[in-house]
Structures are given as C-alpha cells and as structure tokens.
C-alpha cells in the first residue's frame, strides 16, 4: 500500500510559479511511475504530466507543455511537478497518482494509488 500526500499549493497571480509536492509513505516510490492530475469545478479530472518508474521518460498535455515540469527523487521518496507562467485556466485540484512499474502515461485507470489532492488557484 502507497499513501500519496501532495503539498505546494495556494493563491498566486497569474504567470508566477509553484511546485507541488507528491510525497509518499508506507513504501518506497522505487518501481512506480507517478502522474499528476487534475480537475476543476464541474469538469472531468484531466492528465497534467506524468513520469516513468525508471525517470526515463516524462509526459505532458499539450495545455502544459513547455510550462510544467515533472521531476522526481527517489532519495527523498517525492515526485515534483514545477509549474511556471501559470494562467488562471491552471486553477484546479492537482492530485498525484502512483503506477506500478508504469510509464506515467495518460489513463488514470492505470495508476493504483492517489493522493487527495491540493488546490491550486490562479487569479488574473
């Protein structure tokens, strides 16, 4: 069993930056692409980046690409999600997610294991 606890969230303007913390607890992040998602009011939970078990590949979304960063230390059992230029569409819950040996792909039925997410809200 992966417990997932995110932290980084809050209020900023847009085109400041934040990083989310994805921590986990109860075993090692070792062997587990990890993904970031995330879903606004009224809208359906959305892939945001996600990261290979290996640290070898990383995905984006198109809205995101260019702007987010995925990152991961296996030392410190945390996976990162560095957002930059940030726009008020990016205001939503951001939750983390934990894939047995995955690729850190797309389709949130793959990932096992979410965290309760943290709010991220990005004002104009």
């Known amino acids: 069993q992966v417990q997932l606890v995110e932290s980084g969230g809050g209020l900023v303007q847009a085109g400041d930056s934040l990083r989310l913390s994805c921590a986990a607890s109860g075993r090692t992040f070792i062997g587990y692409a990890v993904g970031w998602f995330r879903q606004a009011p009224g809208k359906e939970r959305d892939f945001v980046a996600g990261?290979?078990?290996?640290?070898?590949?990383?995905h984006y979304a198109g809205s995101v690409k260019g702007r987010f960063t995925i990152s991961r230390d296996n030392a410190k059992n945390t996976v990162y999600l560095q957002m930059n230029s940030l726009k008020p569409e990016d205001t939503a819950v951001y939750y983390c997610?934990?894939?047995?040996?995955?690729?850190?792909?797309?389709?949130?039925?793959?990932?096992?294991?979410w965290g309760q997410g943290t709010q991220v809200t990005v004002s104009s």
């Open positions: 997610a934990a894939d047995s040996y995955g690729l850190g792909l797309s389709d949130g039925g793959e990932y096992d294991y």
């Open positions: 990261i290979s078990w290996s640290g070898g590949s990383t």
